[in-house]
């Protein structure tokens, strides 16, 4: 820790996130207990051990493949229509 711990809003700004998520974030273990100190209800966090744990994290992103579109020569089509008038 080479700068001094900064307060949980400071972090959320930095992250982006909300103070919920950065709180949600150290419930889960998310952020590991040793990148931050409570004292009473106040957390302190080492923002820059923090910003070097999510980094790998941004190097893969998760990206969703498209979903594969229906070769129309393949597609089956109903005629049969049940009508009751």
């Known amino acids: 820790m080479t700068e001094p711990l900064v307060p949980i809003e400071s972090l959320a ?29 106040t957390y302190r966090f ?10 790998p994290m941004q190097k893969n992103p998760v ?3 498209p979903a594969p579109q229906a070769d129309p020569r393949q597609m089956e089509l109903n005629f049969d229509v049940d009508v009751n008038l």
């Open 46 to 55: 080492d923002k820059e051990a923090i910003i070097n744990h999510f980094k």
């Open 13 to 41: 700004r930095t992250l982006t996130v909300s103070i919920t998520t950065v709180r949600s974030w150290v419930r889960t273990g998310l952020i590991p207990g040793d990148m931050y100190v409570k004292i009473g209800n």
């Open 63 to 65: 990206v969703a493949e």
